[in-house]
């Protein structure tokens, strides 16, 4: 039995939430989500709730009904909150800026490094923090991850992508004999 598939979720005031062929769409103040589930989990939508119950029971189902309940509640939460994800960029001459819908960096590579900015985030540069913003938290910590996988925080000096609560931690260099 999934614990977090038995909860009952509760839908908020401003919040539509709509399942048709397998699709569900969650719409509220911050946009619009859809995403299509399988349907060995049934998903129930009545007075403000959303009640999901498995078809069968085995190992998969199971699974599943818990992974389903967590991004029914991750869509929900998105459309009415929506997710943020801050990165550090930590290094003398690091730097970050937003153009257009690309991100251009300067890493410490001989040449620029150029990331395209996927649709439905948003994404801030000020002052080497990056503030990565979307009702999809799927797409928003993806890319952030994506960012942060191009230049890592080494251990030696700290230098690199790092998230807002990451905490490095630091090894000590050579000694002088």
Known sequence: MSRVGKQILQIPAKTEVKLADGV???KGPKGELKKAFKSVVEIKIE???VTLHPQKKDLATSAL????ASHIKNMINGVNNGYVVKLILDGIGFKAEVVGTSLNMALGFSHPVKKEIPAGVTVASEKGTLTISGADK???TQFAAQVRA???PEPYKGKGFRYDDEIIKRKQGKKAA
């Open 47 to 49: 007075n403000d709730t």
């Open 24 to 26: 569900l769409s969650v």
């Open 138 to 140: 799927e797409a928003v």
């Open 150 to 152: 191009l230049k890592k």
């Open 65 to 68: 009904w818990g992974t389903y």
